[in-house]
């Protein structure tokens, strides 16, 4: 599991947690009850195709915030 900012979102309606990679690929992986994520278990999202019920809306939103976050660190390390 790769995350470039250490921004992950743990998303209780899909159970799973989210980021971006290194090469800004959204990627997944199943998120324990414990709190802990199931990191050896990651793929990315675009390889889904069991969308079946899949909640887009939610979905994109998590992707958007991860976006905007990801982008705000670029600049507060380009601007330092």
């Given amino acids: 599991m790769f995350v470039t900012n ?4 743990h998303s209780l309606h899909f159970g799973r947690a989210f980021w971006l990679d290194d090469d800004k690929e ?3 992986a199943p998120w324990r009850k414990d709190g802990t994520v199931e990191d050896l ?3 990315y ?3 889904w195709c069991d969308l079946e019920g899949l909640d887009l809306g939610r979905l994109l939103e ?3 915030t991860l976006i905007i976050e990801d982008a705000a660190e670029y600049y507060v390390r380009r601007e330092a």
């Fill in 41 to 43: 278990m990651w793929d």
């Fill in 62 to 64: 998590i992707h958007k």
């Fill in 26 to 28: 959204f990627c997944s």
């Fill in 45 to 47: 999202v675009s390889e």
């Fill in 6 to 9: 250490g921004l992950m979102i």
